[in-house]
């Protein structure tokens, strides 16, 4: 993907339509943006599986990166934005519908949302963030290589779950390791199974809790109580979505909470190695920047992992989880309050 990016300017008109009220708005051009005059509108469909402030930082991205490459919102671009409300069959509504408004681009934050834009176009160029494994979802070939009208960014930074495990393993008590996930997420799954991998090189011990939805998550954080010494919570659309839930439980029992993404952590999470989701969501906004300015095709430009890992420490979440901070942490961690 091309770094440099030439700016230029071309006014636009900004919308948001409602899921419900699709029909009833200006639809987005077919086959391209629209010309007004001299002027062209590009409509870029934003479809998120749900709320939760990681996709939110990771759309914030997104758009600044738009707008850095000469596409802003209100003057040159108009964002289409709509939310599942975690149901995949208003996942697949919301991608069907940006085909018939025939949208520029469309912006697919999150596995479900992503697999659901590739199942309803195969010529709308999409990119995608926040997706955990985009080869096993059948996005991409590989990392290396493209889909035919899809790229993007991933949420999984090679190194994150085997690094979480080892400081689990090397720098708390533990010896069990309480797993809460989505089993319908396949990014989730594919995360556990990248858990198991790096738990075989240690002592620890795995115990699963599965949910179906946010109101299940909960009493799956109680399940495991007496059963997990810390909550180990990958990046799950579903419980990280209630994840106050866990937090809840976790600061009762004294059970540390580590994450697989550093938003979790300003919501009560003790520990996580993770990265922006802002930036990830920039990369990929990057990479829209490109296609729109017909600078590259979806196929030319390789998905991307997250530029950046680090460790961060939440002071407060520590004490209530029952956690004494070490002073060898200060060389390896950044800390919040």
Not at 291 to 302: N, R
């Amino acid at each position: 993907m091309k770094q440099a990016i030439k700016r230029f300017a071309i006014p636009v008109v900004f919308g948001v339509l409602a899921l419900s009220g699709c029909g009833g708005e200006e639809k987005a051009a077919t086959n391209g943006a629209k010309e007004d005059g001299k002027q062209k509108t590009f409509t870029i469909g934003v479809t998120q599986i749900i709320q939760h402030p990681s996709l939110d930082a990771a759309f914030n991205g997104f758009k600044k990166a738009l707008e850095d490459g000469g596409f802003k919102e209100g003057e040159n671009v108009r964002y289409n934005i709509q939310n599942a409300q975690g149901d995949m069959n208003n996942s697949q509504t919301i991608a069907n519908n940006f085909v018939s408004d025939g949208v520029d681009l469309i912006f697919a934050n999150s596995t479900p949302s992503a697999q659901s834009a590739l199942n309803a176009t195969k010529d709308i160029p999409i990119v995608f963030t926040s997706v955990t494994d985009p080869v096993g979802a059948g996005l991409v070939p590989s990392m290396d290589k493209a889909g035919e009208n899809i790229t993007g960014t991933t949420d999984s930074h090679p190194d994150a779950i085997r690094k979480t495990i080892q400081f689990i393993d090397e720098q708390t008590d533990a010896k069990t390791v309480g797993l809460i996930y989505n089993a319908g997420e396949q990014n989730s799954l594919a995360q556990i199974e990248k858990v198991k991998e790096a738990a075989k090189h240690t002592d620890l011990k795995l115990v699963e809790a599965s949910v179906s939805t946010t109101a299940e998550v909960k009493q799956a954080a109680e399940s495991l109580v007496g059963k997990a010494d810390v909550f180990y919570i990958v990046t799950d659309n579903t419980v990280v979505s209630a994840i106050e839930s866990v937090v809840s439980v976790a600061n009762e029992k004294k059970i540390p909470v580590f994450t697989g993404e550093l938003d979790s952590l300003k919501r009560g999470c003790f520990a996580a190695y993770g990265f922006d989701y802002y930036d990830i969501g920039y990369q990929a906004g990057q990479m829209a920047v490109a296609i729109l300015k017909g600078e590259a095709k979806p196929s030319e430009i390789k998905p991307e992992y997250p530029k950046k890992l680090k460790l961060v420490i939440n002071k407060q979440a520590a004490e209530k989880q029952g956690i004494k901070l070490k002073p060898e942490w200060d060389q390896m961690a950044e800390y919040i309050e």
